[in-house]
């Protein structure tokens, strides 16, 4: 079956500084993996995902994430964080198929001044 | 705004009640999903409607009903509830099933106390 690691409950960084999201996968067929954010009482939205085609994928808001299958990894980073990237992130794997989603357990991104 | 809009926000009822929640998808989307997130289980994918048709289940109860009608609006029905069952509950869209090609919209949530 598939599933997502994400390897850090809570991420600090200052503003300005890059961010560096950690997921790993497991999955038995050739995986579609997303990222989604879920700012504070708000619904989920999309990032970015990855579908077998390039191996690094832009997403929105200068977000991107690279699919390395040697490591069964799809890290998510940012150059530079906003005040406004502070909220909870989901590395999500789909089996294609009837698209069903399997959600990591979320990271916790805080934003310093 | 995602398009997918859920009703209600915030619903309290006691242990034992029956409740159900509404969804309306993104206009065009054939598809709607829900989601369970609770503190203990995390975000869990529980049931899969395609035009008016069960298309997958996840983690759903029992307890727990669905439905996808005509006008492609869902419900989602809670019964005999117990206080485990209080979570956010996601309702989220799509325009076709397969792959991975389409990307689910998410609605605000509803956030349901069992007291």
């Known amino acids: 079956a598939q599933s997502v690691t994400q390897l850090d409950s809570h991420v600090s960084v200052s503003e300005g500084t890059p961010v560096l999201l950690r997921c790993n996968y497991s999955?038995?067929?050739?995986?579609?993996l997303f990222w989604y954010v879920q700012h504070p009482n708000k619904g989920l939205q999309l990032l970015l995902k990855?579908?077998?085609?390039?191996?690094l994928v832009k997403g929105i808001n200068g977000f991107e994430a690279e699919f390395k299958k040697s490591e069964t990894s799809f890290h998510l980073t940012k150059p530079s964080a906003h005040m406004s990237d502070a909220a909870e992130y989901f590395c999500?794997?789909?089996?294609?198929?009837?698209?069903?989603?399997?959600f990591g357990t979320g990271t916790r991104l805080l934003v310093s001044p | 705004d995602s398009g997918v809009t859920q009703t209600p926000k915030h619903l309290i009822t006691a242990t034992g009640q029956r409740v159900t929640l509404r969804c309306s998808p993104r206009?065009?989307?054939?598809?709607v999903y829900w989601y369970q997130q609770s503190l203990d289980q995390g975000l869990q994918f529980l049931i899969q409607?395609?035009?008016?048709?069960?298309?997958a289940k996840g983690n759903i109860l029992e307890r727990f009903s669905a439905q996808q009608f005509p006008d492609l609006h869902s419900e989602l029905n809670l019964s005999s509830l117990e206080l485990g069952d209080s979570a956010l509950y996601f309702c989220?869209?799509?325009?076709?099933?397969?792959?991975?090609?389409?990307?689910?919209?998410f609605g605000p949530g509803t956030r349901l106390t069992v007291t």
């Open positions: 989220a869209s799509s325009a076709g099933t397969s792959g991975a090609r389409w990307e689910q919209y």
């Open positions: 999955s038995s067929y050739s995986p579609s």
């Open positions: 990855y579908t077998s085609a390039a191996t």
């Open positions: 999500v794997v789909s089996d294609g198929g009837f698209q069903k989603l399997v």
């Open positions: 206009s065009g989307d054939l598809s």
């Open positions: 409607y395609y035009n008016g048709e069960e298309r």
